[in-house]
């Protein structure tokens, strides 16, 4: 089974802080993205990498950035957490899209900032 | 930018009745993709179904069917049989030719009544 794994489920963190959401997918999959959900705004687009150390701004990158130093591992970094952060994050997976290849979720990180 | 609305924030049905949730896109391109994704609870994103834009037979998976309607950009998702399982968020998604990133929509919450 393909797995996309998040390090936290559920984190809490101070405003300020630097906070990193770990995400490791084990399909050798080119494709890896950050997403956020919110109730009513469904899922947005944060970030997203084709390859190794190539990155590409989603919908809404302001005040995150990512690092993919290995295929397998993709981290959203949040330089100075905010409260208006507090929200789930999903990391996804897939093959280079061909045809009608679909995207592996991980089971998300609900992060609320204080 | 390809846009995907999901007019129905919430939808119910009584178990082993049949319900449509709605879906229309935006845009411009020919050759595409169309995705529907369940998030029960648990959080875990689960691919229902998918549709490639050039294929005019409509898509199943058991109780799973779409109905899509190219010239109308819709792309409807109908339950049969619905189950308590069935409770959850579902998503419509887009995708467009070459490698780019999933677009999706707000999501309709379906609870199923026993």
């Known amino acids: 089974d393909v797995k996309v794994t998040q390090s936290s489920r559920y984190l809490v963190k101070r405003t300020g802080e630097k906070v990193f959401l770990e995400c490791v997918q084990d399909?050798?999959?080119?494709?890896m993205f950050w997403y956020r959900q919110d109730p009513g705004l469904g899922l947005r687009l944060i970030y997203f990498?084709?390859?190794?150390?190539?990155?590409e701004k989603g919908d809404i990158p302001e005040g995150y950035s990512v690092s993919r130093e290995k295929k397998e591992r993709f981290s959203l970094i949040l330089e100075s957490a905010s409260t208006n952060q507090t929200s789930m994050y999903l990391c996804?997976?897939?093959?280079?899209?061909?045809?009608?290849?679909?995207?592996?979720f991980g089971q998300g990180t609900r992060l609320t900032v204080v | 930018a390809q846009t995907v609305t999901q007019s129905q924030p919430e939808m119910s049905v009584q178990e082993a009745e049949t319900v449509t949730l709605s879906c229309t896109y935006d845009?411009?391109?020919?050759?595409?993709?169309l995705f529907w994704y369940k998030q029960p609870p648990s959080r875990q994103m689960i691919l229902v179904i998918r549709?490639?834009?050039?294929?005019?037979q409509n898509a199943t998976e058991n109780r799973f069917s779409v109905n899509f309607q190219k010239a109308a950009k819709s792309f409807s998702l109908k339950i049969s049989d619905s189950q308590l399982g069935d409770a959850a968020m579902y998503f419509c998604?887009?995708?467009?030719?070459?490698?780019?990133?999933?677009?999706f929509g707000k999501g309709t919450r379906l609870s199923v009544i026993a």
């Open positions: 996804a997976s897939s093959s280079q899209w061909e045809g009608n290849t679909e995207a592996f």
């Open positions: 399909m050798d999959h080119e494709n």
């Open positions: 990498s084709y390859d190794v150390k190539m990155k």
């Open positions: 845009t411009s391109e020919s050759d595409y993709y």
């Open positions: 549709q490639e834009a050039y294929k005019q």
């Open positions: 998604a887009y995708r467009g030719r070459g490698n780019t990133p999933l677009v």
